[in-house]
């Protein structure tokens, strides 16, 4: 596993098979820079390798900001080259959150803008504080979305609706975002890590292999055709189909008792 020990600008802990994540710099509202994305990182391969997780839950720390964007102290001063290998290693850590094999909530207590708003989106669910705010408000720097927004968001929201977050970089709510279909729900600030621990916890009790693959087969059938998704999937069928929590769930089932996965 990763060595989490040497972690500055994340809080890391596991309790109860649910790996925290924590985004902690909020005196900049836990914006993003090298050293924070090189943390999320670790955390996250940590997470992945840990048999003992099996959902994770990442936020900011405070009450304003789950991540307000980039660190643009340090984006001011970055060259065409430094901004391209910037960009690719955000996307490679997004890109790790995506495909960790794990559900990842992202549990959005303020700010979702730029980088956080991507970091969001790379998450498999999203719940948000009724005080939260999403955009992509790259543009308004000359910039645009590095961290993947330009791909996600499109196949969240629909093209249009993207496209004009994009190209005009405004902020909207909770409640436009969860209308469109950005985030899965809004909660009422206390009642935030909550909710995410309970849809974890209702997750984790269904079998880790087919959990595993419905996220495999939803983010692979996602850069394919149909048919080739439809492939997929069924291949996926079967290699459940042939695991012994497979013959556990269709047992539990017939004889009317709550089933026992070892993910096996």
Same mark, same amino acid.
């Given at each position: 596993?990763?060595?989490?020990? &040497? ?75 430094? &901004? ?37 989106? &790379? ?72 909710? &995410? ?68």
């Amino acid at each position: 596993m990763a060595d989490v020990s &040497a972690l500055t600008n994340v809080l890391y802990e596991k309790k109860n098979g649910i790996a925290y994540v924590t985004l902690n710099r909020p005196k900049v509202l836990n914006a993003l820079n090298t050293p924070t994305w090189t943390d999320l990182k670790t955390a996250f391969e940590d997470a992945k390798a840990d048999a003992t997780v099996h959902g994770v839950i990442l936020t900011g720390a405070g009450d304003k900001a789950f991540i307000a964007g980039a660190d643009i102290s340090e984006l001011a001063h970055v060259d065409a080259y430094e &901004a391209e290998e910037s960009s690719r290693f955000g996307q490679g850590v997004l890109d790790l959150i995506e495909t960790l094999g794990k559900p990842v909530v992202a549990a959005i207590n303020g700010f979702a803008l730029g980088g956080g708003c991507e970091t969001a989106m &790379a998450c498999t669910i999203r719940i948000a504080a009724e005080h939260a705010k999403f955009g992509q408000p790259e543009v308004k720097l000359g910039l645009l979305p590095g961290g993947g927004g330009t791909q996600r968001l499109p196949r969240l929201v629909g093209k249009g609706r993207a496209l004009q977050l994009i190209l005009t970089g405004e902020t909207i709510s909770a409640q436009e975002a969860h209308r469109i279909g950005l985030v899965n729900e809004v909660v009422p600030a206390t009642d935030l890590i909550a909710r &995410a621990e309970a849809i974890l916890k209702q997750i984790s009790a269904n079998a880790p292999i087919a959990v595993k693959f419905s996220l495999e087969a939803a983010n692979k059938g996602m850069d394919t055709s149909q048919a080739e998704g439809f492939a997929l999937e069924a291949s996926y069928f079967g290699i459940c189909a042939a695991t012994e929590d497979k013959k556990e769930g269709t047992s539990a089932f017939l004889e009317k008792r709550a089933p026992q996965f070892h993910g096996r």
